[in-house]
């Protein structure tokens, strides 16, 4: 049982967002149930892989949202397909305050998750707000890692600067009314994709395997500015106290980034569980493997919000 909603952001910009609240099959109003934030992926919608998953923990007895983040999706905002890290990451809070107002939902039991990008805003949301009591991420992305370090983690913080080069003049270009210029959040087009995980990326958002029209799958390149110096683990070693599970590939080429927000995390309950055979993409939608996330998730939560 599902229903889509649109509350007011309260962080400010007059943005409605668009969200989509998935329900236990035994739902009872006149109950107070654990809640989940789901965000998406980077390029993507909650009709996407946040959408499945938010469906599965709702089978599993939680009340699960997925939503647009502003500026995509059915979400509102101008210019369309921003992707400023640090708006993601309230978005989740901005999530949180919409839960918190529904009389079924216990305000002192909500947890966040996200898959690829959506996994690291969800992560920096937990370390900057505390009515968030659990994470857990899939196949997480440190968006800003993943621009400046690459996929692999084979390059150099420095040898990103070219990219903070390209923004500026995209955003002095922008200002000449010359329209936005994007860039790809995967690609856009196969022969693009520098590996097959990458190949992978380009099949889900741009073949009937899981396309959406308002999931174009690019940014702007303004938000180069943004994401290049953005950490989305930032002081996580101070402040991400809550308890974690992270999901991962065994054949993920950013496993790695899912490894560092557990090295860095302050937290004393924290998990990877490694999902073998699995690459990045395969656990957005390929069954067996969701359904071996979901069946660690679910339970994670249900324990850790219920505590």
């Known amino acids: 049982m ?14 409605t967002m668009a969200a989509t609240l998935y329900f236990p099959a035994d739902f009872d109003a006149a ?22 998953y938010a469906s599965k923990l709702a089978e599993h007895g939680l009340v699960a949202i997925a939503f647009d983040r502003s500026y995509q999706g059915a979400s509102t905002g101008e210019p369309r397909q921003l992707e400023n890290p640090h708006v993601s990451t309230e978005d989740v809070s901005a999530v949180v305050e919409h839960l918190i107002t529904l009389p079924y939902v216990n305000a002192n039991q ?66 000449g009314e010359r329209g936005f210029a994007t860039i790809p959040l995967a690609p856009l087009k196969k022969e693009d994709a520098s590996n097959a995980e990458l190949a992978e990326a380009w099949e889900y958002y741009h073949t009937p395997r899981a396309e959406h029209p308002r999931a174009p799958g690019f940014a702007l390149a303004r938000n180069l500015n943004q994401i290049i110096t953005y950490d989305a683990y930032h002081l996580a070693e101070a402040f991400l106290t809550q308890p974690i599970l992270a999901v991962a590939g065994s054949v993920a080429g950013s496993k790695w980034m899912s490894e560092d927000l557990l090295a860095r995390a302050a937290s004393q309950d924290k998990a990877l569980h490694i999902v073998e055979g699995a690459n990045h ?20 939560f249900r324990a850790k919000l219920a505590g």
């Open 2 to 15: 599902s229903t889509n909603v649109t509350f007011k952001n309260l962080n400010g910009n007059g943005i």
């Open 281 to 300: 993409m395969s656990l957005y939608d390929v069954p067996q493997y969701v359904n071996e996330a979901v069946s660690k998730l679910a339970p994670f």
């Open 31 to 52: 109950r107070k149930y654990p809640a989940v934030v789901v965000s998406h992926p980077g390029g993507g919608v909650k009709e996407q892989t946040a959408g499945l």
């Open 110 to 175: 909500i947890g966040a998750m996200g898959i690829c990008a959506g996994a690291g805003y969800s992560a920096n949301a937990a370390i900057n707000d505390r009515r968030i009591k659990a994470l857990g991420m899939v196949s997480a992305v440190n968006i800003g890692q993943m621009f400046r370090n690459g996929w692999e983690n084979n390059v150099k913080d420095a040898d990103a600067v070219g990219y903070l080069d390209f923004g500026s003049s995209a955003r002095t270009a922008d200002a």
